[in-house]
């Protein structure tokens, strides 16, 4: 079945960097984005940038620029999501969501989201 | 702060009807999509585009768009679906995603 699997939890000190993979199954990886959600505890929903598998495009929210990175192995069919420069307020689950084909704002296949905790 | 707003919460009785509403200045140019969350999970899309559901969402869900407001709809609101719903869309420049802020549904 379609499906994203995502990489375990991590605890990282600050002012490390966290790296955390996605690999889809059951569909072609590079024929729909990719993109990273992120959800503090007891917070919303927020979006902080998309992948195309095939090209390696990618966009970032304004917020991250200059910290995240996005990036892709496709022979894996793996995508990845590279945070730097993490602080106390980087502890969140981070999702990442394909985006469905022809409505890339709608996000049909989601990963299991990993844990990310940033502590001394 | 979000460009696309959502009321904190929202009740309704079981088996009535309830309208969850995402306001935002892009959505009069671009659709939103809906998902649910339940606690501990991964949300999941239950409308996109002007009124799609993905296979699976039960057709009680249903999606309307008017102006710079978004709404989903559920016709006869069951107690699975108390959940968290979120709307999201094109930011204002149309380059990045944007999510509303969410909408915690109780149901009594």
């Known amino acids: 079945q379609v499906q994203l699997v995502q990489s375990g939890a991590e605890v990282k000190k600050p002012g490390a960097s966290v790296k955390v993979s996605c690999k889809a199954s059951g569909y072609t990886f590079t024929s729909y984005d990719i993109n990273w959600v992120r959800q503090a505890t007891g917070q919303g929903l927020e979006w902080m940038g998309w992948?195309?598998?095939?090209?390696?495009?990618?966009g970032y929210a304004q917020k991250f620029q200059g910290r995240v990175t996005m990036t892709r192995n496709t022979s894996i069919s793996t995508a990845y999501m590279e945070l730097s420069s993490l602080r106390s307020e980087d502890t969140a689950v981070y999702y990442c969501?394909?985006?469905?084909?022809?409505?890339?704002?709608?996000?049909?296949?989601w990963g299991q989201g990993t844990m990310v905790t940033v502590s001394s | 702060s979000s460009e696309l707003t959502q009321d904190p919460a929202v009740s309704v009785a079981l088996g009535q009807t309830v309208r969850i509403t995402c306001q935002g200045d892009s959505l009069r140019s671009y659709y939103a999509s809906w998902y649910q969350q339940k606690p501990g999970q991964a949300p999941v899309l239950v409308i996109y585009?002007?009124?799609n559901r993905p296979s699976g969402i039960p057709d009680r869900f249903s999606g309307s768009s008017s102006g710079n407001t978004a709404s989903l709809t559920i016709t006869g609101a069951q107690a699975e679906d108390e959940a968290d719903y979120y709307c999201n869309s094109r930011d204002s420049s149309g380059k990045h995603v944007v999510f509303g802020g969410g909408t915690k549904l109780t149901v009594l």
């Open positions: 992948m195309n598998p095939n090209s390696g495009n990618t």
């Open positions: 969501a394909r985006g469905e084909e022809g409505n890339p704002n709608a996000f049909d296949i």
């Open positions: 585009g002007k009124n």
